[in-house]
C-alpha cells in the first residue's frame, strides 16, 4: 500500500506543470469581486504552466490590495499553485 501511495505522488508530480521559472505574465483587469477575492483577467501565455493566453478568473492571495486594481488597466502578474491544487495571483504590478 505505501508504494502503491509514494508511486501515485510521483504521477501527479510528473503530471502537475512546473512552477520553476516565472509563472507570470501580463494581463488586463476586467472585473474585480473584491467580496470573493477574485479578478477576471484577459492575459497572456503562462509559459512556466503551459497556458495559452485566455480570459480567466483569478483568485488573489490576501496579501495584494484589490482596491489598487482598476477595471481597463494592464498589470504584469505571477500565480502561485495553492494547497488545494488551484492557482492564484501572489504579485501585481503595472505593466510597463
Known amino acids: ?33 473584491a467580496a470573493g477575492r477574485t479578478v477576471n483577467l484577459t492575459h497572456g501565455p503562462i509559459e512556466a504552466l503551459g497556458w495559452p493566453g485566455m480570459t480567466m478568473d483569478f483568485a488573489v492571495l490576501p ?15 505571477t500565480v502561485t499553485q495553492t494547497p488545494e491544487g488551484t492557482y492564484a495571483i501572489d504579485s501585481v504590478t503595472p505593466a510597463e
Open 63 to 77: 496579501s495584494i490590495d484589490l482596491d489598487a486594481l482598476k477595471p481597463g488597466e494592464t498589470i504584469a502578474f
Open 1 to 33: 500500500m505505501k508504494n502503491l501511495i509514494a508511486m501515485a505522488a510521483v504521477v501527479v508530480a510528473l503530471a502537475s506543470p512546473a512552477l520553476a521559472g516565472d509563472a507570470g505574465t501580463t494581463g488586463k483587469v476586467n472585473a474585480i469581486d
